[in-house]
């Protein structure tokens, strides 16, 4: 009795089916949202789910030439690191399932675990767009991923923890967004760089190479890959809530300090046009990183100074 409760209990949260759905709420919030600002109407309520309903019932091709343990590993492997990265944050405004010192910067690298599954599939493709969209993918994801640990890390060092339970607990008390505002902005345009959002979608260009990365996959690779983006969405969202914006000590603050970081990414989607990848590289590499080590250095000042 007591393994079937556990199986439920994991299935309903934080990394099953309710987590899945989250994702793709927040996915057709956020699509929604641009789809407004474009004055277009947007898709309705339960596209994302009728969508990934879709692949996961279309049948899934390997193209010739392909490492097939690859292949079929490698979506499998992206939405597990996603979902491993929920145990550790505040999901829906309630402690996280399991924390250790240094829980941080293992869900960051989950959370990194995506993209470079996608390069990875794209590496192993025969199709020149898979080539291209796959470097594109890990060539992106050295320009924002230091910035965005970089951006995290102030709120920790404010709270003398690595520890993410212990920093959203110091940031219930003190609002980082308004001690830490560079820091905010940094995370809020590192997570658009993450999730590959416009600006930041050249790696999946459409207009240029198809799907990126992800061109040769169908089904349910496709679809796997898909409900990757949408939790990592969702766990992103809720630490860069839970350091900036006072922490999220219950769902209903969750939900509506979650939603304000999804209104303002779709801000940014609809005014901003597509900048090329070595415009994301040189610009995002060379300034982003440069202002958050200034705020960590002023912050060290700062701490050194009232000690």
Not at 141 to 156: K, R, T
Request: hydrophobic share 55%; charged share 10%.
């Amino acid at each position: 009795m007591t393994t079937l409760t556990d199986l439920f209990s994991l299935m309903l949260f934080p990394a099953g089916i309710t987590l899945m759905l989250s994702g793709m709420l927040y996915e057709w919030v956020d699509r929604k949202l641009v789809a407004r600002f474009q004055n277009r109407i947007g898709p309705r309520w339960f596209q994302p789910l009728a969508d990934t309903v879709k692949m996961l019932a279309k049948e899934e091709i390997k193209p010739l030439g392909v490492n097939s343990f690859l292949f079929y590993g490698l979506p499998i492997v992206a939405l597990t690191g996603a979902l491993t990265a929920a145990l550790y944050a505040p999901i829906l405004g309630l402690a996280p399932v399991y924390s250790f010192r240094g829980d941080l910067i293992v869900t960051l690298y989950m959370l990194s675990l995506l993209t470079m599954c996608m390069g990875l599939a794209g590496w192993n493709g025969s199709s020149r767009f898979s080539v291209i969209g796959a470097t594109r993918s890990l060539t992106q994801l050295f320009a924002y991923e230091a910035p965005f640990l970089l951006a995290l890390l102030g709120p920790a060092m404010a709270a003398n923890s690595w520890m993410i339970k212990d920093i959203s607990a110091y940031a219930e008390s003190h609002w980082m967004i308004f001690a830490q505002p560079v820091g905010f902005l940094i995370a809020l345009i590192g997570l658009m760089g993450k999730l590959e959002l416009p600006p930041f979608d050249a790696p999946e260009a459409e207009t240029e190479i198809v799907a990126g990365a992800l061109t040769e996959y169908s089904g349910r690779g496709l679809a796997l890959f898909h409900i990757g983006k949408s939790v990592e969405l969702v766990v992103a969202v809720s630490l860069v809530t839970a350091f900036y914006l006072g922490g999220v000590g219950n769902p209903l603050l969750f939900l509506f300090k979650t939603l304000v970081i999804v209104l303002l990414m779709a801000m940014l989607q609809a005014m901003l046009t597509r900048l090329r990848i070595d415009q994301t590289v040189g610009m995002w590499w060379r300034f982003g990183a440069l202002l958050a080590l200034l705020q960590i250095l002023i912050l060290v000042v700062l701490k050194g100074w009232s000690a």
